[in-house]
Nanobody, 124 residues
Framework: QTQLVESGGGLVQAGGSLRLSCVVS????????MGWFRQAPGKERELVAA????????YVSDSVKGRFTIFRDGLKNTVYLQMNNLKPEDTAVYYC?????????????????WGQGTQVTVSS
């Protein structure tokens, strides 16, 4: 059984940083694509960053490019989202997700497993 557990969210002032963690159990992260999505109130869930099974060619959305980084630790079977220079518009619930195809996608429907989400709130 594959499970994803996020942590690291919280309240931070604009310009601050947070690191989100997603611990995966039941499946090696080297066999799946991993993505970080976010959903703000009243908005659709959007892909923030993703990395394919190979670990190369990570994707980062234009809205966070230069501020967010996705990376993996195979020994810990954990995927991270490093978020720097946070802005109030980054406020959302952040979810990690795993895609068994290993390719990743901007569509949430492509992903097979989801974490419970972690709240990130950025104050101005």
């Amino acid at each position: 059984q594959t499970q994803l557990v996020e942590s690291g969210g919280g309240l931070v002032q604009a310009g601050g940083s947070l690191r989100l963690s997603c611990v995966v159990s039941g499946r090696s992260i080297s066999t799946v694509a991993m993505g970080w999505f976010r959903q703000a109130p009243g908005k659709e869930r959007e892909l923030v960053a993703a990395v394919p099974w190979s670990g190369s060619s990570a994707y980062v959305s234009d809205s966070v490019k230069g501020r967010f980084t996705i990376f993996r630790d195979g020994l810990k079977n954990t995927v991270y989202l490093q978020m720097n220079n946070l802005k109030p518009e980054d406020t959302a619930v952040y979810y990690c997700a795993a895609d068994r195809s290993g390719l990743g996608s901007s569509s949430s429907q492509q992903y097979d497993y989801w974490g419970q989400g972690t709240q990130v709130t950025v104050s101005s």
